[in-house]
């Protein structure tokens, strides 16, 4: 098996919701902003973003806010687009995962006694996670404008 078939698996606690994705990630990152932390009840989200066909879903989960979550045990899972699929690492079922962040987000709202990932690029306020909610306009790099979220609230089935 090559890496680009790689196939990682994942989901909720009791295991009513299940996932995989296929390949390598696009990107992997921290996001310290205060909708995560309150949406995980963490005080930071790791996640990964794949395309969104390399992404597959069996079982039931409901959404809020574009995040989808088991609504059976509240496991939360990953949010969806039409391109892509941004998975929270801790619902993988390998622990630990061998996937690294390489980017951090929102980094005013990290807690003092979390170091920075060192070398990572992006440690600015608004570096997009999701990269449907901020795009980057054009060729200038540091504006970001809103984009209303493609969120679905029965994402399809593979
Ligand atoms: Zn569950």
Redesign the pocket.
Known sequence: MTLSTRIRSG???????RYTVRGEPLRVGLCHYSDRRKSSGSVFVAFAVWPRSSFCQS?ETSTYAGRS???????RLFCLSDRFAEVRIGSLDDAPSDLQPIQEIWIKRRETWLHPIEGAPGNTKRMPSMPWILRKTELSLPRFHFIPPPFRANPGRC
């Open positions: 989901g909720c606690l009791c295991g009513a919701a079982g979550f088991c609504p059976r045990c509240g496991g």
